[in-house]
Every structure is written in structure tokens, then in C-alpha cells.
């Protein structure tokens, strides 16, 4: 299973997009449940699916401090990098509000700062 940045794709902040999460909360993913079962193989399009079905939003929880779901989506989003254009229809999805979420906190680590404030 290989945890790399899909292939050709860009800097982000002057390194790999992934980097933006500190090395053991990634490592932590890597490590879960969640990641190796549910978010192998997703695209852009399938994470919508799966942001539909979040239960909460959150970042690690537990004794062990696990990764939640959402940071797990939120990782594999700084993986693919979908274009812009993706992003901001993940922004525009009022109907879900883990997706919208999800999609803004995706914005905010990927964007500089006058594109997240405008």
C-alpha cells in the first residue's frame, strides 16, 4: 500500500502537501483502521462519499490518541490534491457539512493566506 503523493503533483508551502501534518499524527494514520480499510483506492470524486457518511470532525482521540476519520479523509485529500476547482465545490456543498468541512480545512492548509481570507 503506498502512502506517496500521487505522482506529478505540485509543492504546496514549498513541500510535499502531505508534510503540512506533522510526521507521527501521519504516521498515526498510516497506522489506522480506518485508513487501510476505507480510503485505499479513493479518488477525488469517492471522498465526497466518504465525507458524506462522517460521523463527527475531530482529530485524534483515545488514549492512543487515534486519528479520526475525518483527519484520515483530510490527509488523503493532501495526497491526491484535487484541482481547485474541486475544492471549492467541496466549499459550496451545503447540503453536507462534514464535506464542506473537510473541504475548507483542505483550503486553508493548501492556499495562501490572501486566497483562504477573500
Request: net charge positive; proline share 6%.
Amino acid at each position: 500500500m503506498s502512502n506517496r503523493t500521487t505522482w506529478g503533483a505540485k509543492s504546496v508551502h514549498g513541500s510535499d502537501p502531505q508534510q503540512l501534518l506533522e510526521k507521527i499524527t501521519r504516521e498515526r494514520v498510516y497506522g489506522s483502521r480506518y485508513w487501510k480499510e476505507r480510503c485505499f483506492g479513493l479518488t477525488a470524486e469517492s471522498v465526497v462519499d466518504r465525507a458524506v457518511a462522517l460521523p463527527s470532525i475531530g482529530g485524534s482521540y483515545g488514549a492512543q490518541q487515534r486519528p479520526s476519520e475525518f483527519l484520515c479523509l483530510l490527509l488523503k485529500l493532501l495526497q491526491l490534491q484535487p484541482a481547485p476547482a474541486v475544492a471549492a465545490a467541496y466549499l459550496g456543498a451545503e447540503e453536507c457539512k462534514y464535506l464542506q468541512c473537510l473541504g475548507a480545512a483542505y483550503w486553508r492548509f493548501t492556499q495562501p493566506a490572501p486566497a483562504v481570507y477573500a
